[in-house]
C-alpha cells in the first residue's frame, strides 16, 4: 500500500518559479512609488559602513586587550596577586634581658589582642556594623576606632585596636566576629619586668611615625630611656613574613610561604639581681619613714668599673605604664643616679685630702674650734665666720677625714694666716682628674657632668668676683660645686683601687676601659683610706663597726640654700684591705648622711658579706 506525502504550504496556492521571475520583470515597469512597496536589495554602500564600523569596534578590543595583556600585563597581574596574596607580618620576640647569674630581668609574656586589617574593614558594607559593635564590646569610644582605621586605611595587614584581653572577653569577641576575617583575635606577646630595675631597663612604647617611615611596623613597639633604648638594634630581632591566599572575602584560604622571624639577642648585665633588690628594698622602706621621695644609689665593683646595682627613686612601673608618670612633679622618669647633680658635701673631701698631698700642701695638725675666722682682705677690721657643725680640737689629716671637720678642709682648700693652701685653680685641676665637671661615658641616656666653679666661671655667669669664701666653699663640697652620684661612686673607687678611673660597664661581657690612672701616688691614697676607715671605727660612719667585714667610707651632708633638708650622703667601699665593692648613696633632702644613708648602706652591706 503506498502512501502519498504533501508538503503543506502556508498560501493556498503554489508559486510557481517563473511567477517569480515575471514580477521582477514587471517591477521595472512600474513608476518608482510603485517600486517602493515592493521589497529590494541593501544598497552596497551601507553594506560598507556597517563592516568599517564592525571593524573598528574589533580592532579597538583588540588594542585594548594587547594592551591589558602584553603592554600591561605584568602591571595587572602583581595587582591581581596583591588582591589574591596577602604578606602579614611575623613579629620577632625581644631578645631576654639577664642579670649577671643569669636571672630574667625583662622577659616576653604572651597576651590576646585584638586587631584588624584595615584596608579590608574600609571597604566593608558592614563597616558602621562593626565600628558600633567594637565601641560597645572593648569600651572604647567609636571615634578613637575609627580614627585609627583611617589614619591607616592603606594597611593591608592587622593593627592593634585593643591589647592584653582577658581569655574569656577574647573568647567572645573570636565569636561575635567570627564572620569577619578582617576581625581577628591574635596571640602577641609584651614585655614583663622584674621590679625595682626601671632606670636600668627602661621601656618600650609603640613607634612614632618617624620610626614607621624607617621601617618599624604600626604598634611595633621600640625601646624608650634605659638600656631597652641602648641595645634597641640588638634586642629588637627582625620580623618574618608570611605570604597567604585569600578569597573575595579575605578569608585565608592557604599559606603560600613564611619566612621566620629573627628573635632578637639577649643581653647578659653586669648587675646582680639579689643586691639591686636588696638595694631597692632598703632605700623604699627608708623612704617610707621620711618627707622625701627621692633618692639614688649605685653599687659598683672598683677593680673594673662594672656597676651591680643601680636604683633611683620615684621609681616607675615599666610593666604597665601611665600617662601620669609623664607629668608627675617628681619625676619618676628621671634617673638620679647619672642625670641628677648635686652638691656633694663632705664625701669631697677625700679627694681633697688626695690632691694635697699629691701637691704636698701638708697640714700636721691644726685646732679646731668649730669656726673658721678670716679678717676681710679689703677691711682688716671686719671678720668673716665659717662655721663648723662642732668643734673638733687637734685634727690631723685623718682625724679631719674621719670626723669630717669643716676648719681643717677650709683651711687645706682656702688657706689661713700664713698657710696659703691648694687654692681654686689646683682644687679644680685635681677634682676634673677624679672626673668631676666631665661625663664618665656610661651607656644610659641623660648623663650630666656636674660643675666645678671657677673664678672664670664665676665672673661669666654670676658677674661676680671669686673670693676667698668661695674656695671654703668648695672645699668642703658645698657652694655652687655639684656632682651626680654616678661620679662621687667612681670618684670613691679610684681611691679604693690605687688611682684607676674606669668607665662604667653595665654589660658583662664588655671590655674595661680605664679613663685615667696614676695621677695620685698610692702613698697618699693609702692614707686617705686610712682616714676613712678610721671614720667607720670612730667618726661619722661608726654604725658600720660591726659588719662581718671591714668598711671604709665618708658621710655628706649637703646644704641646699632652699629652706629644706639637707641631701643625705655616704660613699665607702669593702672590704678595707681588699676592697670589692664600692656603694654611694644619696638621699634627697633626707636629712644627716651618718644618720640616714649610713643605716640604708649597712643593711645592703649585711647581706652582700653574709651571702
Known sequence: MSIKLKVKRKFKEDIEPEEIFMDSKRLKQYSGSEREKIEKPIEQIVLKVFFAFVFLILFSLFLKSFSVQIIKGEYWRNLADENRIRSYPIKALRGIIYDKNKEPLAINVPRLDLVIIPADLNKSREYKEILEKLSGLLDIEKSEIEKKILDNSNLSYPIIIKENIEREKALLLESEFSENPFVLIRKESRRQYETGFSHLLGYLNKANEQETDQGYLVDEYVGRTGLEQVYESLLKGEN????????????????????????????????????????????????????????????????????????????????????????????????????????????????????????????????????????????????????????????????????????????LGGGSGDFEGLGIDRIAKYLRLFNFGEKLGIILPGESSGLIPSAEWKQETKKEAWYTGDTYNTSIGQGDVSATPLQVAFATAAIANNGIIFQPQLVENQKTKIIRKGFIEEKHLETVRKGMREAVISGSARFLSDLPVQVAGKTGTAETFKGKEYHAWFTGFAPYSDPEIVITILIENGGQGSAISVPVAKQVLNWYFSQ
Open 240 to 411: 618574618g613574613e608570611e605570604l597567604v591566599e585569600i578569597d573575595n572575602l579575605g578569608r585565608t584560604q592557604d599559606v603560600l610561604a613564611a619566612k621566620n622571624p629573627k628573635h632578637g639577642k639577649d643581653l647578659i648585665l653586669s648587675i646582680d639581681a639579689g643586691l639591686q633588690k636588696q638595694l631597692y628594698s632598703a632605700l623604699k622602706s627608708t623612704l617610707n619613714n621620711l618627707s622625701t621621695s627621692k633618692a639614688a644609689a649605685i653599687v659598683l665593683n672598683p677593680k673594673n668599673g662594672k656597676i651591680l646595682a643601680l636604683v633611683s627613686f620615684p621609681d616607675f612601673d615599666n610593666t604597665n605604664l601611665s600617662e601620669e608618670m609623664f607629668i608627675d612633679p617628681n619625676q619618676p622618669l628621671f634617673n638620679r643616679v647619672i642625670s641628677g647633680t648635686y652638691a656633694p658635701g663632705s664625701t669631697i673631701k677625700p679627694l681633697i685630702a688626695a690632691a694635697a698631698l699629691q701637691e704636698n700642701v701638708i697640714i700636721n695638725q691644726l685646732n679646731c674650734p668649730g669656726h673658721l675666722s678670716v679678717p676681710d682682705k679689703y677691711n682688716p677690721g671686719v671678720f668673716w665666720t665659717f662655721n663648723d657643725w662642732k668643734v673638733h680640737g687637734t685634727v690631723d689629716l685623718i682625724k679631719a677625714i674621719a670626723e669630717s671637720c669643716n676648719v681643717y678642709f677650709y683651711t
